[in-house]
């Protein structure tokens, strides 16, 4: 089993920037992929960013590039997402997922309980 947690979360304005993190723990030795999902009301929850914990492929979603940058710390099993310049329509709860592929959300394990982001224009 794998536990999760996110944190970084938290209300800014339109423009700004956050960074999330999510720190992974219990069997760490497999995780294939850890990713950031995202779930607004009353929308599926989506992929935003994934990475293959302890090499380098990553996943982007359309609607992060060029924004968003996800990177891992693998001696600290914490998965980071940095978000810039964010709009209104990023306003979602961004959960951290791990022992998937790509951002294939249902390929996913592990989930940790999220961490809301609120973005205000």
């Known amino acids: 089993q794998v536990q999760l947690v996110e944190s970084g979360g938290g209300s800014v304005q339109a423009g700004g920037s956050l960074r999330l993190s999510c720190v992974a723990s219990g069997y760490t030795s497999n995780m294939d992929y850890m990713g950031w999902f995202r779930q607004a009301p009353g929308r599926e929850r989506e992929g935003v960013a994934s990475?293959?914990?302890?090499?380098?492929?990553?996943a982007t979603a359309d609607s992060a590039k060029g924004r968003f940058t996800i990177s891992q710390d693998t001696a600290k099993n914490t998965v980071y997402l940095e978000m810039n310049s964010l709009k209104p329509e990023d306003t979602a709860m961004y959960y951290c997922?791990?022992?998937?592929?790509?951002?294939?959300?249902?390929?996913?394990?592990?989930w940790g309980q999220g961490t809301q982001v609120t973005v205000s224009s």
């Open positions: 990475i293959y914990f302890g090499g380098g492929s990553i």
């Open positions: 997922a791990a022992g998937g592929w790509l951002l294939q959300l249902d390929s996913y394990r592990y």
